[in-house]
């Protein structure tokens, strides 16, 4: 006849397996919802998309602002903005070392053929456009390219002209 410490000894004996197939389950779990959970999101397209926005509908920014009711017009450009070459720099501000975007806009008038160009974060776009043309853009040190265009109205001496709205907009990846 057996004592109850025996009895206890023999169904942990028992049970050992079990635990270890537990384990090995448990194991393979983890194992699948980390390879289907994603651990990065790409958030370069959005920040495109925000910078393009605020350049766009930004009273500080290129569209025309009308400072006696206070009313910034989208869709419709002030050419004299594109006189300043740090014009950008000051109206859109991302930190004082912005590593985080670069954009140049130009603006071509259809009237007279002219074009107006900006930079935002000169010397960072024109780095990081070499690496994204090179076709450096995935993973760590790489980065995208993204161009926009729109159609606008450019404000001229009073009347309104049609042109085009090119962005274009470079982000490094994280």
Avoid: C, H
Wanted: glycine residues 8%.
């Amino acid at each position: 006849m057996r004592g109850k410490k025996a009895g206890i000894n023999f169904e942990s004996i028992i049970w050992i397996p079990r635990i270890i197939f537990i384990i090995i389950i448990m194991f393979l779990v983890m194992t699948l919802v980390r390879t289907y959970v994603a651990t990065a999101i790409e958030t370069s397209d959005i920040k495109a998309n925000l910078f393009s926005n605020r350049l766009i509908y930004s009273p500080n920014s290129i569209s025309y602002y009308d400072e006696p009711i206070k009313r910034a017009y989208p869709g419709i450009i002030d050419p004299a903005k594109f006189g300043s070459a740090d014009f950008l720099d000051k109206s859109i501000y991302y930190g004082e070392k912005n590593k985080e975007i670069g954009a140049k806009v130009v603006l071509k008038d259809f009237s007279d053929g002219k074009e107006y160009a900006l930079f935002y974060n000169n010397n960072f776009f024109s780095e990081q456009k070499r690496i994204a043309d090179a076709g450096l853009t995935e993973g760590p040190g790489g980065a995208k390219s993204y161009t926009k265009k729109y159609n606008v109205l450019v404000l001229k001496e009073g009347s309104l002209n049609n042109g085009m709205l090119t962005i274009d907009i470079v982000i490094p990846n994280s």
